[in-house]
C-alpha cells in the first residue's frame, strides 16, 4: 500500500534533509517550494500527490503545514486512494530553526519573519485528524532522532522549556550601549536597522553569566513543536525570544523598570506571557 507521509515543522526545522536521508529512493518529493513561480501552488500540489499515489508510488510532502487546515487537504487526498498517512512532528525551536536559516544561501533562505510567523499559527497535530501514525522528530546536524508522539494525551509534558533572568541595564557594560558616542560594532548595529538579537544584548551586559545559561538552554530545551526552548524574562515585555531583534529604544525602556515582584510593569507581563 502506498504511503502519505506529512512533515509538519517550521522552516529551518530539517525537514527536507530528513526527506532526503529517510525517503529520497522511495518517496516522491513534494512541495510548494519547488513551485514559488506558480499561483496554483495548493492545486498542483494535491495533483501531484494524486498523480504519484495513483500510480501506486509513496509520496513525502515537505512543507510547513502548520494548521489543522494545512494538514486536512492532505490527509484526504491520502484517505482518497487508500494510502497510510504518517505525520512527523518536527520539535526544533524557533531560535535554532533562525540560526539554521541564517546559514542557508540563496532561495534556500527564508525571511526571519516567516519563521516567527509559522511558530504564531502553528497547531499541534493530533490523531483525530485522520493520520494512522504520528512520530516526533529531533533533527540535530542531519542526525535524526524519532520518539512516539501522542498530542492528544498531553504530548507536552515530555518537553522543557529555560526561562532565562533578565540581565542587568545598569552596569558598566549597559554603560557603554546607552552612550550615544559608543562606536563599537554592538552599539552601531543597536542604533540601526533591526536591531540585535535580544540574547547578544544580555550576553554582552552580564557576560559569562547570561551567555552560559543561553548556551545551556538552547542545548537542552526540549520544547513542544513551534516553541522556543528557551525564553528571556524582559522587564516590561514578559517572555521574549532570545532571537528576536532589540533597538536601543526597547532596552532603554527595559532600564526604566525594576526586576521586582513588587513592580507590576514587570509582573503583569511576565504572569500574562508564563
Request: hydrophobic share 40%; net charge positive.
Amino acid at each position: 500500500m502506498a504511503e502519505l507521509v506529512i512533515l509538519i515543522g517550521l522552516p529551518g526545522a530539517g525537514k527536507t534533509t530528513f526527506y532526503r536521508t529517510r525517503f529520497a529512493p522511495t518517496h516522491v518529493h513534494v512541495s510548494k517550494d519547488l513551485m514559488r513561480n506558480r499561483r496554483d501552488r495548493q492545486q498542483r500540489q494535491l495533483a501531484l500527490i494524486d498523480e504519484a499515489l495513483v500510480a501506486g508510488r509513496s509520496v513525502v510532502v515537505d512543507n510547513v503545514n502548520a494548521t489543522v487546515a494545512d494538514r486536512a487537504a492532505l490527509i484526504q487526498a491520502g484517505r482518497r486512494r487508500r494510502a497510510g498517512v504518517v505525520g512527523y512532528v518536527f520539535t526544533t525551536d524557533v531560535a535554532e530553526c533562525g540560526r539554521r536559516n541564517r546559514g542557508r544561501v540563496g532561495r534556500e533562505r527564508v525571511p526571519g519573519v516567516a519563521i516567527r510567523a509559522a511558530a504564531k499559527r502553528f497547531q499541534r497535530p493530533t490523531h483525530a485528524e485522520g493520520f494512522d501514525r504520528l512520530e516526533r522528530v529531533r533533527a540535530e546536524v542531519d542526525r535524526f532522532e524519532l520518539m512516539p508522539y501522542d498530542g492528544e494525551l498531553g504530548d507536552d509534558a515530555a518537553g522543557t522549556i529555560f526561562l532565562l533572568s533578565p540581565a542587568s541595564t545598569s552596569g558598566e557594560r549597559a554603560t557603554l550601549l546607552f552612550n550615544d558616542r559608543s562606536s563599537f560594532p554592538l552599539a552601531a548595529k543597536l542604533r540601526r536597522g533591526p536591531g540585535v538579537a535580544l540574547g547578544e544584548i544580555f550576553s554582552f551586559l552580564s557576560s559569562l553569566y547570561f551567555r552560559g545559561k543561553l548556551t545551556y538552554a538552547q542545548a537542552f530545551g526540549r520544547p513542544p513543536a513551534g516553541l522556543c526552548g528557551a525564553f528571556v524574562i524582559t522587564p516590561g515585555e514578559g517572555l521574549r525570544d532570545p532571537a528576536e531583534r532589540v533597538t536601543i529604544g526597547r532596552l532603554r525602556q527595559y532600564a526604566e523598570i525594576r526586576v521586582k515582584s513588587t513592580e507590576p510593569r514587570y509582573l503583569a507581563p511576565l504572569g500574562r506571557d508564563a
